[in-house]
């Protein structure tokens, strides 16, 4: 069975959600769009608080993280994750609440 495709034509994958997010196994270009689309999830379960893991390497993925956390509106708060945690290698990304829907 060929996998499923979205509506570029591109093989959709599963992102699971949860409070940190491995970055390490996308492409370079793809980033952007997987961190909004991992965003938009964690924020809809509930998710107030998330890490992003980059890796340290040279700082490019860091940038391309951060850039994209500057677009997003209900992104609250960015910060490099303490030690523990990754330390430069890993943002941390605070979220509003996700609007409710309307209920009728």
């Not at 994750?81 to 209920?103: K, S």
């Amino acid at each position: 069975m060929p996998p499923d495709r979205d509506a570029d034509g591109r093989d959709s994958a599963f992102l699971p959600i949860g409070e940190s997010f491995d970055l390490h196994s996308f492409a370079p270009a793809d980033i952007p769009d997987v961190v909004v689309e991992y965003l938009t999830a964690a924020r809809d379960a509930g998710l107030r608080e998330v890490r992003l893991i980059h890796g340290r390497g040279s700082g490019v993925q860091r940038a391309r993280v951060h850039a994209v956390l500057r677009t997003l509106p209900w992104v609250l708060e960015v910060r490099e994750a303490t030690p523990d945690l990754g330390g430069w290698g890993a943002t941390i990304a605070v979220l509003a609440p996700a609007e409710p829907v309307p209920t009728r």
